[in-house]
């Protein structure tokens, strides 16, 4: 069955840090497609990055980056010198190859980043 | 601005008494669904829809109804609120192909005493 976890409940950093959030995935697809977003304080849920199984190169955007690897089933999460800002709850999720958009998250990894 | 709108924003209401979420969408998308989000179980689908008429449901169906009459709206209705639905609400909407992320609403926090 599909399914996403996200072992770390909880990582508190100080500001400069970097800091990683993990994400393993199980699915039984050979095609399907991984999502990080972000939910600030405020509540909603912002898209970071979406991957598809074929593409394992890993992806920098500025400070983020992300690490996929297929063999691990894991798409991990980096954040480079860490910032108050990106305090949030972090959700990674699995799209799988059917004929719906379903997400399935994960239970998310609360970050806290303290000056 | 592409955006999915969702109301009302937070929401108190006692058990038993109906209630509706909108949930609106200016991008033309096709596939519309709803989550739940507690703590602990992050987001949970509670039902989608592939197009106008088209509803199925998804992981945690029981107690909500959903309707697509046209393309841009896709409400969630509560028959009888129950304390178990308090929790936060979130309507989505993709194109429907996996290509793109899905644009989730602002949220609705529900609330039921």
């Known amino acids: 069955a599909q399914k996403v976890t996200q072992a770390q409940t909880e990582i508190s950093v100080v500001e400069k840090e970097d800091v990683t959030l993990d994400c393993v995935y199980e699915?039984?697809?050979?095609?399907?497609?991984l999502f990080w977003y972000k939910q600030p304080p405020s509540g909603e849920l912002v898209f970071l990055i979406r991957r598809n199984s074929f593409d394992e190169q890993n992806e920098i955007s500025g400070r983020y980056s992300w690490n996929f690897q297929k063999s691990t089933s894991s798409f991990n999460f980096t954040i480079t010198a860490s910032q108050v800002v990106d305090s949030a709850v972090y959700f990674c999720a699995l799209s799988e190859d059917d004929n719906t958009d379903k997400l399935i998250f994960g239970t998310g990894t609360r970050l806290q980043v303290f000056p | 601005e592409a955006q999915v709108t969702q109301n009302p924003r937070y929401l108190i209401t006692v058990t038993g008494k109906k209630l509706t979420v909108t949930c609106s969408q200016n991008?033309?998308?096709?596939?519309m669904s709803w989550y739940r989000q507690d703590p602990g179980l992050g987001l949970r689908q509670i039902y989608y829809?592939?197009?106008?008429?088209?509803?199925d449901k998804g992981d945690v169906p029981e107690g909500y109804k959903v309707s697509r009459k046209e393309k841009r709206n896709f409400p969630l209705i509560l028959e009888s609120p129950s304390p178990n639905q308090t929790s936060l609400y979130f309507c989505?909407?993709?194109?429907?192909?996996?290509?793109?992320?899905?644009?989730f609403g602002q949220g609705t926090r529900l609330t039921v005493v």
């Open positions: 991008m033309n998308h096709e596939y």
């Open positions: 989505a909407s993709s194109q429907g192909n996996r290509n793109t992320e899905a644009f």
């Open positions: 829809s592939m197009n106008v008429e088209v509803t």
């Open positions: 699915t039984r697809d050979t095609t399907y497609y």
